[in-house]
């Protein structure tokens, strides 16, 4: 290429040297936020099964729980990839509030539904702003948090969904108590309280600036320049003191164009390894989660005889493993590496969950040791997942980021979760403790599998420039 057509920008090296600061925790506040909402959606929906099962306005049957949970899942599919695509193409932070948007009316709307099409139309409408959130949040996170800090950071602000779980299974228990508010109207307003919490972020989000890194690839050195600069004056202000300012100097010539030729090219030719191994490590988590998760308060109320209003309660400590697992063992994977993390977390996860499979099937179980062995196992399967997440969205070119995170999550979740919820749903319908243990070995076996694609195909990223691990498409 000629070098006249080449600019210099030092903005990824001056982003990588930054120290931990105010700013970084503004960051991981106002955007890792959307796990949270993901999370008390989820569990919300979980929790207050039973409910609408037995409300006179919806009276859902199993089968139809399971589909709203899938339909769920579906938006946030589709929400993921039309957003996606928007995020790389005008910015991160424009998105943020449009997809944020989108959730807000619809997760209020679903606290207004009145039968059974309504209540599937707007959880479809929350999945989309949920799935849209995911790739313009992944990709700005990735994108301003320091390199040797990103694996657990990033697996720590992924971990919070359950942050969010914990707090819509304790809200649960309030809210379905028939001697406080009852099921009919406590299910209303749990989903009410995610429009709530919508409305605080909107206003934190203000003060985060557009990512520097999508602004130098998109034909804006100077003004990525300027916001690097500005970035710098609020940690110095918060009372740090810079490294020394780096050497390193990243070459870009024009502006890559994206097209679905040029992404296709990318993922299939120029790194079909880290596609594969994307796919897989979306696919296996996202049926373990979603067929579980969306029908565990099922299992509860239908095998172990658990009211409706205490559900949440044996969701709470489920919730505190997995929130533990990324937080405590993200660590690991900016120092022992990824590729020995990843495949150590979803190998483990998917041994004890055929454990707890077995357990369950010999009837050696009740609703609290049921409860604890879920936590242990999905200690591990949270790492996993979050991991899958951090892998996708780091292994390839910053014009594709948000796009392609949105492809793996759709991919993954088309793949291994919109049909999990349905399924397990069938299958707790059927009253057949041998049809459930099944499902559960399915989603040991989908585990192990991917932990040994891991060990083939793992990508080793920890303390590398995003720029290192894949190079920009327009790079001079």
Known sequence: MNSDLRTFTDVPARLDRLPWSRFHRLVVVALGITWILDGLEVTLAGSVAAALQISPRLQLTAEQVGLTGSAYLAGAVLGALFFGHLTDRLGRKRL????????????????????????????????????????????????????????????????????????????????????????????????????????V????????????????????????????????????????????????????????????VSVARTLLRQYPGRTTLGLVLMAAQAFVYNAIFFTY??????????????????????????????????????TIGRKTMIFS?????????????????????????????????????????????????????????????ALFYAFGTLLGGVGGPWLFGVLIASESPREIVLGYLLGAALMIMAALVTLKLGVRAECRPLEEVAPPLSRG
């Open 345 to 405: 977390t979803y190998a483990v996860s998917g041994l004890l969950l055929a454990v707890t499979a077995v357990l369950f099937d010999l009837g050696l179980l009740d609703a609290t040791t049921q409860t604890a062995m879920w936590s242990i196992v999905f200690f591990f399967a949270s790492a996993a997942a979050s991991a899958a997440y951090l892998t996708v969205g780091e292994c390839f070119p910053l014009e594709i980021r948000a796009l392609t995170i």
């Open 297 to 334: 308060a099922l299992v509860l109320s239908r095998f172990y005889g658990v009211q409706a209003d205490e559900v949440g309660l044996y969701i709470l400590p489920f919730a505190i493993g997995n929130f533990l697992g990324p937080l405590l063992l993200g660590p690991l994977f900016d």
């Open 201 to 260: 972020i909107l206003y934190l989000r203000r003060f985060l600036p557009e990512s520097p890194r999508w602004l130098m690839i998109h034909g804006q050195p100077g003004e990525a320049a300027r916001v690097v600069g500005e970035i710098e004056a609020r940690v110095v202000a918060d009372g740090h003191v810079l490294p020394a300012a780096p050497a390193s100097s990243l070459a870009l010539g024009p502006t890559h164009r994206v097209t679905m």
């Open 96 to 199: 943020f509030n449009v997809t944020l948007g989108v959730y807000l009316v619809a997760t209020a709307l679903t606290a207004l539904s009145w039968d059974f099409y309504s209540f599937l139309l707007f959880r479809f409408l929350t999945g989309a702003g949920i799935g849209g959130e995911y790739s313009a949040i992944n990709s700005a996170i990735q994108e301003l948090i320091p390199a040797r800090l990103r694996g657990r950071i990033d697996l720590a602000i992924n971990g919070s969904f359950w942050l969010g779980a914990a707090g819509g299974a304790l809200l649960s228990v309030v809210l379905l108590d028939p001697e406080l508010v009852g099921p009919e109207l406590g299910w209303r307003l749990a989903f009410g309280s995610g429009a709530a919490l919508g409305l």
